[in-house]
């Protein structure tokens, strides 16, 4: 005959009580100690593309700043560096930057040779820079960043080399036959 006290339905026995309670204190023990850590690294990678998204468009804005002015004009108005860097902070705002951040943008057009000031004086194949950055202070700190104090980025930048395509330059042609 089997006794009563040996199966008790929904009672666990002494023993295994202590061993669930133990069992319980361990997983949240390793529970705190491993979930700051992975926190830490899942911030970290968002933090990190963030960064790559970020550096994309600027990227992408000083393409746009270079291929206006590359052209010499826009709907034939000469390419000034006015114009380039409305250009680029148009992509930035199209983007979602933020205003600090679009207003604060440093654009810098630089030729080699110092032969022009606007865009629009170029010669065809004259090479150039673009450079789209965002300084440090109030325009980097308008993008919100988690980690900066632990990267120690204090500012971001985007240089693309560009080559002149303004035909505006080029002289006339005198197409008459000589014969």
Known sequence: MIGTHMFHIGRPSRGSQSSRRRSRGIVAVEAAVVLPVFLLILVGVWEVGRLIQVSIVLNEAAREGARLAAGGASNTTPATLALVKQRVQDCLKGEGFPDDAVNGALVTVKNPANSWTDPCDALPLDPFSVTVTIPSGPAFDSL????????????????????????LKVPTVDDSLPF
């Open 144 to 167: 919100q960043w988690i980690l900066s104090s632990v990267t120690g980025v204090t500012q971001l930048s985007a240089t693309v080399q560009w080559l002149s395509a303004n035909d």
